[in-house]
């Protein structure tokens, strides 16, 4: 049971290239979640997946997009990436606990991206 | 909206003391409030998920409480070890599907 994994774990890009981050999780989780974190902003939700099929924007999902791929993978990508992305990328995903409770959130451990 | 935060954002205590983490939310509308542990360079680990139905949690040396009413949940370490150093992020909801993080605190247990 690997959990939630991540590719790659490392990136650097030049200004305008464009970049896909992959994200998959074998908990059979239905949301999956993608955050950005920041030294001196903390992490912030760029888009998340509630369920196969669909996805939401977060707090800061200008500049990205996602595709939910199936119920396994989410991934986000940099269409035309700047220096402002540059940024540690963490994907998360949730289970839905029955009765209405909430579950927590099961994290991977991160892509490192440098955008000069 | 909701939004978390921390106090204080370092902390730095010497081995087998016990300490308090403190965290404070904005809406207490809340179903629940985590706590996670961050290790430099790697993702978040959960520590403690309080259901809004309970006062607090304890996990070994780990309890952490929940007061809606006043918007606040602590994390109390028992007899803090080296390995307790990481950096300690509270958590609570922002909508159905939707969590908030506070900034964290960083913790740094001396021997």
């Known amino acids: 049971n690997a959990g939630v994994t991540q590719t790659p774990k490392f990136q650097v890009l030049k200004t305008g290239q464009s970049m896909t981050l992959q994200c998959a999780q074998d908990?059979?989780?239905?949301?999956m979640y993608w955050y950005r974190q920041d030294p001196g902003m903390g992490l912030r939700l760029i888009y998340y997946?509630?369920?196969?099929?669909?996805?939401d924007k977060g707090e800061v999902p200008n500049g990205y997009n996602v595709s939910r791929l199936n119920k396994r993978e989410f991934s986000l990508r940099l269409e035309s990436a700047a220096p402002s992305q540059t940024s540690v990328y963490f994907c998360?995903?949730?289970?839905?606990?029955?009765?209405?409770?909430?579950?927590?959130?099961?994290f991977g451990p991160g892509t490192r991206l440098t955008v000069l | 909206k909701q939004e978390v935060t921390q106090i204080p954002a370092a902390l730095s205590v010497p081995e087998g003391e016990n300490l308090v983490l403190n965290c404070s939310f904005t809406d207490s509308a809340i179903y629940n409030l985590q706590w996670f542990r961050q290790d430099p360079g790697k993702g978040l680990t959960s520590l403690l998920l309080i259901q809004s139905s309970q006062r607090e949690q304890t996990s070994g040396r780990l309890n952490a409480s929940l007061d809606k009413s006043s918007g606040r949940s602590t994390l109390y370490i028992a007899a803090s070890q080296p390995g307790d150093s990481a950096t300690y992020l509270c958590?609570?909801?922002?909508?159905?599907?939707?969590?908030?993080f506070g900034k964290g605190t960083k913790l740094t247990v001396n021997p």
């Open positions: 908990m059979n989780h239905n949301s």
């Open positions: 958590a609570a909801p922002g909508g159905s599907e939707k969590l908030v």
């Open positions: 997946s509630a369920s196969e099929g669909t996805t």
């Open positions: 998360a995903s949730r289970r839905r606990a029955s009765g209405g409770a909430a579950d927590t959130q099961y």
